[in-house]
């Protein structure tokens, strides 16, 4: 029997976070992201308006069945991202970045349709 740790798909793979950024495919970015299945897009190098309208599109052609929201706060903490994220009605888990990094990686590794918003600073 083969056993593989990562599925052969485009899916990002988050390889490790610190304080203050996350580590994908060799890079760390110091920046908020948005994981789709076939890519990330960084949020902090445009307006806040225009992040909205990338996550609102992104979110409607994916239509995942989950969005993980990963902050330094985690639970509880109701930040003005988390608020519009809720406009999407779509399921949202909230976690610290760890277990959002975590999550991910084994949700997308089962292949399936989520998407996840990871806010490193």
């Not at 308006?49 to 902050?71: A, F, M, R, T």
């Not at 003005?80 to 990686?105: D, H, Y």
Request: aromatic share 8%; hydrophobic share 40%.
């Amino acid at each position: 029997m083969d056993l593989e740790l990562y599925p052969k798909n485009n899916a990002p793979q988050i390889e490790g976070y610190g304080k203050g950024y996350i580590k994908v495919s060799g890079n760390k970015i110091y920046n908020n992201l948005l994981f789709l299945q076939d890519n990330y897009i960084e949020l902090d190098k445009l307006s806040n308006e225009d992040n909205k309208v990338i996550i609102k599109n992104n979110i409607k052609h994916l239509n995942p069945e989950l969005i993980i929201y990963g902050s330094l706060k985690g639970l509880g903490y109701e930040s003005e991202m988390l608020s519009f994220l809720k406009t999407l009605n779509v399921p949202i888990e909230v976690m610290q970045i760890g277990p959002a990094c975590r999550t991910w990686s084994v949700l997308i590794g089962d292949g399936r349709s989520i998407a996840a918003i990871i806010e490193p600073a």
